[in-house]
């Protein structure tokens, strides 16, 4: 229940409230009088804080008054009912301590910007405003006004020009009215709220006078054309829109105006959901195997006695299968559910199959949705009306009011982590807590390869495990296949002699093929052949990757683009070569090479937009396109029944990058990406070119042996005390100057060494020590597995990071923790 206040003329009213700003902690304002029946926990408020207005959420109200300082009053209540509930503000207190971050950090993830005002903001004048004024008072009228002929006003503009102080209401009516937008919100286009539909007269829907209008038409056979097509769309349709209607017809808008002029159509502007419409329920249309109703009735048993379980599924058993099964049995219990994916691009393949089982009652959402829509989203989740949600990370911060079960899908992907900005949660792990905020809410976690974490909790009895060990119709696993690059000329290593071979074969069946490499761009770097020079951004110590379709060298660091380099600044040549390949290079020699064959690429710099992953992925669906290059995009999930052959190109990248969980991650990669082979009739390859032919871990991915490479992997975890037997957090500390940041990493080194409980690797340079003209350094802190611990530690970094900045030659200095990182 949300916190309400009923008080007298004598009693003291305070709030605590949440505003998106890094803040040390919440503070507190008074409440006037007359706002006293308003405010509510969960509610926005307007409040001045430094001489800035800002839309904060009241966390908690309280009748104590504060010591030592006289809080300011609230300015206005912006909202009747609270915009989240009180678990929500419970997630959000959970999330500030365990990733030590601060409320606001999360609530200016949480919240759609639309929600968030402050006198910094900037009023956008929206074009596609219909400048209809019958329901706009003098304040509003005057604001649209000035909007319409500046085209944009500052908060603080809005202000002067109606000499009031309080002008929070009146914008967010001209939002909701979309009079404008905010300006930190407009991302790319935003779409129409409203949709002009035509309507035959009412005198004309006696079908005797309709009869005699068409049979005595006077008028124009353009109009005639038009009236006819609007009939059969009437009657096709049911309801015409006024842009389908000219399309179809291919009328203009002054012969639809003449039919208006004359009585017999009439337009009706609508408001419309910017959400895409679903398609019909259809409901369930498989059966499930043997194996899939074992799986499917072991997690059920397994819920009743523990709130989080484990599905380990082989690639392509059909673990999705199961999901709509347990999603469907929430909708029937009245509950919602929230199905997490890693990627946006795994999103736009698995609505189309949910959609074809729930209709309406499912939703997308995630961050390519432009502001408005996320209000949308936002409002409906709220208020229970959407029962399904199927989103990436930033799905699990919607105000659900009535969990019932959080599925992760793809559990052990890296990108459930938040990098950057704060908070810096795992989405995975925040679920869990999340759930249990819920009564009878359960998580089930999905991998075909999971964390060494979640099996290590499975092993020892804290989750439930469920066990899918084979593939949907018993197709068999795909066939590794371990090419030695050593044993390969230099000039074939990209596409090996024996992988054309393949290939070849692949395209002759009429097949599809997938070429995986994990690196984007054309080459990674370029070498001076005479002094060995590396071109180098000039804001991060890395090197230039060249792109040759926009024939520039990028940093993918900082995006900073630079022309190609034709002299060597060092010595005067003009020989370079590029060293290593990435995707665009592996997209032209393919193209090259297999000239008959279409081919396409799937990485951050090919797809682009909202709809850019849903796109190719159909194309690819529809065999439109032969050979797929891309990176981890085409690892995750993607179910391809024409695939068979998959090449990993340089597997060697992967086994020899420097970090604890190489292993792992080259293991989860490799096992993934030939999950994509052979998923329907059980015939696919998978090709993998590597030098270091001996690793440990390829001969795990060989015989599609998890649980051989756990033990494998568990035993050099707790060697070297890493995770799952201890906790990590990780200070970056980072500065113009490289010898301060080097000075507060060894302030904070020193104070925390007198903690005897911890390990602490560093300070230390990090591999690229340079991002953004900011150095950094690096403290890598390992704590017992034990709470108090945890807790203490947490205590004494926040406690030194106050420090440190309270000292001026520290104050320039970014102090950031990262609990478990990744």
Not at 231 to 258: F, I, P
Not at 445 to 456: D, N, Q
Not at 586 to 601: D, G, L, N, Q
Not at 688 to 710: C, E, G, M, R, T
């Amino acid at each position: 229940m949300n916190e309400s206040a009923n008080t007298g003329k004598d009693n003291l009213l305070f709030a605590e409230i949440i505003i998106p700003l890094f803040l040390p902690q919440n503070y507190t304002w008074s409440v006037p009088e007359k706002f006293a029946d308003n405010v509510k926990t969960g509610v926005r408020v307007e409040v001045m804080l430094r001489n800035k207005k800002y839309s904060g959420i009241i966390k908690r109200l309280f009748h104590e008054p504060p010591e030592g300082f006289q809080p300011k009053p609230i300015l206005n209540v912006l909202d009747d009912e609270p915009l989240i509930y009180d678990k929500q503000l419970k997630l959000w207190q959970w999330m500030s301590q365990y990733y030590l971050c601060t409320e606001g950090d999360v609530m200016q993830a949480a919240v759609p910007s639309n929600f968030k005002l402050s006198s910094e903001s900037v009023l956008i004048w929206n074009d596609s405003f219909v400048e209809d004024y019958t329901h706009f008072n003098e304040e509003e009228y005057i604001v649209t006004e000035a909007l319409h002929i500046r085209k944009e006003l500052r908060l603080s503009e809005v202000q002067n020009l109606l000499d009031a102080s309080h002008v929070y209401p009146i914008i967010k009516r001209l939002i909701d009215k979309q009079v404008c937008f905010i300006w930190e919100e407009l991302i790319q286009k935003y779409s129409h709220k409203t949709e002009t539909y035509i309507l035959l007269n009412e005198e004309y829907k006696d079908e005797s006078l309709l009869e005699n209008l068409l049979n005595d038409w006077k008028g124009a056979p353009k109009q005639m054309e038009l009236l006819l097509a609007f009939l059969h769309l009437e009657k096709t349709e049911g309801e015409v829109k006024q842009k389908e209607l000219l399309q179809k017809s291919g009328a203009t808008q002054a012969q639809l105006k003449s039919l208006i002029n004359k009585n017999i159509l009439s337009a009706e502007k609508r408001s419309v959901t910017r959400l895409q419409q679903t398609g019909k329920e259809e409901g369930s249309v498989f059966v499930l195997s043997d194996a899939q109703q074992k799986a499917l009735d072991e997690i059920n048993l397994s819920f009743k006695e523990k709130d989080v379980c484990l599905l380990h599924g082989v690639t392509a058993s059909g673990k999705t299968q199961l999901y709509i099964k347990l999603l469907e049995d929430q909708i029937l219990s009245g509950k919602q559910a929230l199905y997490m994916l890693p990627e946006i691009a795994l999103t736009a393949q698995i609505i189309r199959r949910l959609q074809k089982h729930f209709g309406s009652k499912i939703i997308v959402y995630h961050s390519k949705f432009n502001p408005n829509e996320r209000v949308e989203i936002w409002n409906k989740i709220k208020n229970d009306e959407v029962k399904i949600v199927l989103g990436a990370r930033s799905s699990l911060l919607l105000p659900f009011s009535n969990l019932g079960l959080i599925i992760v899908d793809e559990e052990h992907d890296g990108s459930y982590k938040q990098q950057e900005p704060s908070p810096r949660y795992n989405a995975r792990d925040t679920a869990v807590y999340y759930s249990s905020l819920f009564p009878d809410a359960k998580v089930l976690l999905g991998s075909a390869t999971p964390s060494v974490e979640t099996f290590f909790n499975c092993k020892n009895d804290k989750y439930g495990l469920v066990t899918l060990s084979e593939r949907y119709a018993n197709a068999a696993m795909p066939e590794i296949i371990l090419e030695n690059l050593a044993a390969v000329p230099k000039e074939s290593r990209i596409i090996s002699p024996v992988l054309y071979q393949m290939m070849q074969q692949s395209l002759s069946d009429n097949k599809q093929i997938i070429l995986f490499q994990n690196r984007r761009g054309y080459a990674p770097y370029q070498v001076c052949k005479v002094c060995g020079w590396i071109p180098q951004c000039k804001n991060c110590a890395v090197s230039l990757t060249y792109h040759k379709a926009k024939n520039k060298l990028s940093c993918h660091y900082c995006g900073t683009e630079y022309p190609v380099v034709n002299t060597c600044i060092a010595c005067g040549s003009h020989d370079f070569i590029q060293k290593k390949f990435g995707t665009e290079q592996i997209e032209e020699i393919v193209s090259e090479t297999f000239s008959s064959a279409k081919s396409a690429r799937m990485d951050y710099d090919s797809v682009k937009g909202k709809h850019g992953h849903e796109t190719l992925i159909k194309i690819f669906e529809q065999q439109k396109i032969n050979i797929l290059i891309g990176t981890q995009m085409v690892v995750k999930g993607l179910d391809f029944e024409h695939v068979n052959l998959v090449g990993i190109l340089d597997a060697d990248g992967l086994l020899h990058f420097p970090d604890f969980r190489v292993n792992e991650r080259s293991f989860q990669l490799m096992e993934q990406v030939s999950g994509r082979a052979g998923r329907m009739d059980g015939k696919g390859k998978v090709l993998i070119q590597v030098s270091d032919i001996h690793h440990p871990v390829l001969q795990f991915v060989q015989a599609h042996d998890y649980a051989a490479f756990y033990n494998y992997e568990i035993q050099n975890r707790k060697q070297f005390h890493y995770p799952p037997y201890s906790r990590l957090i990780k200070i970056t500390i980072k500065h113009k100057q490289n010898h301060i940041a080097e000075e507060a990493a060894n302030i904070m080194n020193t104070a925390l060494r007198k903690n005897k409980q911890i390990e602490i690797a560093g300070p230390a340079q990090p591999v690229i020590d340079r991002i953004r003209n900011m150095y950094l350094w690096e403290l890598l802190i390992k704590i017992p597995k034990d709470s108090i611990a945890l807790q203490l530690c947490k205590q004494q970094i926040l406690q030194q990071i106050t420090i440190i900045q309270s000292n001026k030659r520290y104050a320039g200095a970014m102090i950031l923790p990262d609990v478990d990182p990744l």
